[in-house]
């Protein structure tokens, strides 16, 4: 008996329309990775999987890192309205793709309940990426990191963040950030 060899038609070239079946379109797209955007990286499934792989196992970073916590002040109206944005991490400090892992909460002024807003984006220009809750009762300050799932963001994204509270009083909340770069490829 003969052996049986499956024949491929041939590949179309990159981004064509002709691409119709999986095996044509996986590794023929010029696609960026979503851990770099620059041309001439590995944009294939494996190259995906690598990124990710590396990501994940990427050391963990702390900002700010060698200085005291950024302190975000809530609203003096109650769950009404959030306080001013603080910068936490400024525009070109950052210069790979990443995205934040953590919120360390410290320092909560008061007791009560929190809402913290994460956002990127210019001065006046900031876009929501994320949220987390937390509080603090009589007894002690519970300060802890809270996880939160944020988009990746490109390099030399600004991060600002805002407060909020149940309470009637601008208090106060000190945070740093863990977050994680995409490696390259």
């Not at 981004?15 to 095996?23: E, K, R, Y």
């Not at 603090?136 to 963040?161: C, E, G, L």
Request: aromatic share 8%; net charge negative.
């Amino acid at each position: 008996m003969g052996q049986l060899i499956k024949q491929y038609p041939s590949v179309p070239s990159a981004d064509s329309t002709d691409n119709s079946n999986f095996a044509e379109v996986i590794g023929n797209k010029t696609d960026s990775s979503f851990s770099d955007g620059t041309v001439g990286t590995d944009t294939s499934v494996m190259g995906h999987l690598r990124a990710n792989y590396n990501h994940v196992h990427d050391s963990a970073k702390c900002y700010p890192v060698l200085a005291d916590p950024v302190t975000i002040a809530a609203s003096s109206n109650a769950w009404t309205d959030y306080g001013d944005y603080v910068e936490i991490i400024p525009v070109d400090t950052i210069t790979s793709f990443f995205d934040i892992h953590w919120v360390h909460t410290g320092e909560i002024s008061a007791t009560g309940n929190y809402v913290l807003e994460l956002a990127s984006g210019l001065a006046a220009s900031e876009v929501t990426i994320g949220q987390i809750a937390f509080s603090r009762d009589s007894n002690q300050v519970q300060t802890a990191s809270q996880p939160i799932q944020i988009p990746p963001q490109p390099p030399n994204t600004r991060i600002s963040a805002r407060l909020s509270s149940g309470n009637a009083a601008a208090n106060t909340a000190d945070i740093k950030i863990y977050y994680h770069n995409y490696p390259e490829i």
